[in-house]
């Protein structure tokens, strides 16, 4: 069962299975700073998102998406695939961007991380502005918004005020 769960989990973002199924049960399993290495991938693709090498860092997160699956720590699902959306969205791949937002989405919920489930929340809500579609771009930015005044986070509130001024006054241009 947890085998055939975690073939679909791959399918989607297409993963070859069995050998990073293997790959990553053998990290897992005989690594006992598990956790620290999955920070230390996930710092090392932040950097590489930083530099500008979104392609890089894409491979990054995609590699530490297999271990944190498997250790099934909803948090570090949600950052693997929330900052491979960031990446995805760089190469200007909006809809696997969005998909690998959703899937942190659910993750951060999950997870009950109030904070993820804001950033992802916003940054999908960035992609549908940015697509046109600026209704449904502005609903996940007020969602994200709601989240970030319970917080009482003032930089995603920022990102999320922005966000929502920037549909609105799109909208009223008629772009």
Avoid: W
Avoid at 52 to 69: R, W
Avoid at 149 to 164: H, M, P, V, Y
């Amino acid at each position: 069962m947890f085998l055939k769960q975690f073939k679909l989990s791959y399918a989607s973002i297409g993963i070859s299975i069995l050998g990073e199924c293997l790959l990553a049960f053998v990290v897992f399993f005989t690594c006992p700073c598990f956790a620290d290495d999955l920070d230390k991938m996930l710092e090392n693709g932040r950097e590489q998102l930083n530099m500008g090498s979104f392609e890089s860092a894409l491979k990054v997160f995609k590699l530490g998406l297999q271990p944190a699956l498997v250790s099934g720590r909803k948090k570090d699902i949600g950052d693997f695939n929330y900052y491979a959306g960031v990446a995805t969205m760089e190469l200007k791949d909006y809809v696997g961007a969005v998909k690998y937002l959703e899937q942190a989405l659910d993750s951060y919920r999950s997870a009950n991380d109030s904070v993820g489930e804001g950033r992802a929340l916003n940054s999908i809500g960035h992609i549908y502005i940015f697509n046109g579609d600026y209704e449904e771009g502005a609903d996940y930015c007020q969602r994200a918004l709601k989240i970030a005044k319970g917080l009482k986070d003032s930089d995603l509130q920022e990102k999320c005020r922005e966000n929502i001024e920037y549909a609105e006054s799109l909208a009223k241009m008629g772009v």
